[in-house]
Structures are given as structure tokens and as C-alpha cells.
């Protein structure tokens, strides 16, 4: 959450606006009925919500998960890698924006340090996190001069980095088309640097390109959301964490599933509307952007998740 909105204003949300663990359960279960097989816990910070192991344990436990994944900055990691694995998590991918400490703290707003980010790799590997994903969004001239020595650090670790184009999600990132730095340039930045070719079996729905090392050390993903939009494939839906449905990264209104749950609504009548929001959706945000007026309401990143 941007240090401007929270210190500013003050908006954290008090613990009776979020779902509680049993109400999360109750909506997974709705949303696999209806399909979804794959839950990726985002945030936010999930590491900071209280009790985080047992919810994921009961989250694993829902027949029809199959894949279950968190996005983190790492920073918790160290206590709380071995309890996660324990209680059912599948797979960790941690955000780090570059290895240079001056950089990463220029981004994360003064907090936290490479260091402790590179703990918390180590504490996921030890407790059997194998192959980590490493989320590293690009901003021109702020860390890009930084991805190549990104991108050595991992080379051979088994962890595949993920460069991602800066986006305009939400409006307190005061985004502009010139921070973007597209994948195409990195790839060339990248490619000059190692021979790469491809990943010959690309997996169907993906948001990541993905190219592996010639020599066998292993891959490098990108997410080019700006330059290359997919929002055909995308089949991602969102919760935040008070309840709030949304069926695009980018969206400014979502539906209240919270009220919903608390008024007593039964399962089915829950899986009816979710359905029907689903198959009503028309979003294309990404491939409208440039073409249409953006809009100035989106949902900020920390309350969608990336
Ligand atoms: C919003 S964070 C939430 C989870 C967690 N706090 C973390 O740091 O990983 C999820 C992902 O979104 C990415 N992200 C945040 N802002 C972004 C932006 N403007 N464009 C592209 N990706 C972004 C982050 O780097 C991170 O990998």
C-alpha cells in the first residue's frame, strides 16, 4: 500500500470489513463448483494476515484445489515458510524488484531490505518450496539498469525470474507510458547477454512468455500486459479481501460477495450469480488502454492483488 494512502489517510481496513476464514472457505468452495481449480493467495501482504497457516490448511483441504499458490514480498518468510509448507501450500512466488539495496528501497517505498527478501528465499527453500517464481516489475530509469544482475543472480537456482512491464493498475502509481520498458527491449538486453530460445511446450491461459537458457541454466519469464495484451486468455478472477469480486485486474466496480455471505444466502444462489457475473464479463481493459479514456477509478493494486 502506498505510504501516501495509509499514513495520509489512514484507510487500513478494520478486521470486521474482512472475510472472515470460515467466509473464504465458503467462497472457494462456490468458485470450485463452478470450476476454478487453481487459488493464488496476493494482496496486500498475505504473510501479514494473522493465522495465515490454518486458513491455507483449510483452503488446501477443498476438494478441487489442485494448485495452490501465494505472491509475497518474502519479508515473513523466515517463520512462516515451514508452517505454510506444512499446511498445504504448493507453490511461493516472491516480488523483488532489483539486488541493489538503494533501488529496491527507492521502490518499496524506504521498507525492507534485499537482504531480507533473500532470507526469506532461503527459508522457502529449506522448507521445500522448490522452484520459486521472482516477480521483478520494470520501471525505466529507475531499476531497469539492475535486471541483468537480477536475472545472473537466479540463472542456475532453479527459480525462474519473471520481468513484468510496469502497469497502470489502479492511479496512486501515477503511471506513464514512458516508465514502461518493453519486454521485447529486455529480451534483446538479455538474449545479448546468453543465448535464449523459447520454451517449445507454453502452457495454455499463461501470462508469462517464457525462454530458457541455452546453457541449461534454467528460464526467464515476461509478462508484457502493456505491449502485448492478453486479455482473450485471461481467466483470472479477483477477491479482495473484504469480499469484492472483480473479473479484471483493472476493473473500477466489483460485486460485494461479502454482504452476500453474511445475509445467509445459500451456496447455490451464490454460485448462480457468480456464474452469471462471469459469463456476462466483457472486459479488455489492456487492449482498449491507449485507445479509450482510462478512466480515473480503478482499484488500487494492494486491495486487488497482482
Ligand atoms: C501487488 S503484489 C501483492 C503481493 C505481495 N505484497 C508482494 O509484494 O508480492 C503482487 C504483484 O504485483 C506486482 N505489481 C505491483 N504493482 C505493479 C505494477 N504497477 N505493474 C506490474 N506489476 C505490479 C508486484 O511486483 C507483485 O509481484
Redesign the pocket.
Known sequence: MPAESFEGRGIFLPPGRLLSDAELEQLVRVFTSLGVHKLRI?????LLRPGLPELVRSLAAIDGIDDLAM???AMLLPGLALPLKRAGLGRI???L?SLDNSVFREMSGGRGSVQEVLDGITAAEVAGFGKLKI???VQKSINDHTVLDLVDHFRGSGHTVRL??????GNL?H?SREQVVPSATLLKTIHDRWDLKPVSNPLPGETARRYEFLDGQGEVGFIS?ITEPFCGDCSRARLTADGVFYSCLFSSSGTDLRGLVRSGISEGQLEELVTALWSGRDDRYSELRGKESPGNDKVE??RM??
Open positions: 496476493t494482496g496486500g501482504e498475505p505472491t509475497t514480498n512466488t516472491v516480488s524488484d516477480n521483478t516489475v513484468i512491464e510496469f502497469m497502470d493498475v502509481n503511471w500486459s493494486m494492494f492483488g497482482g
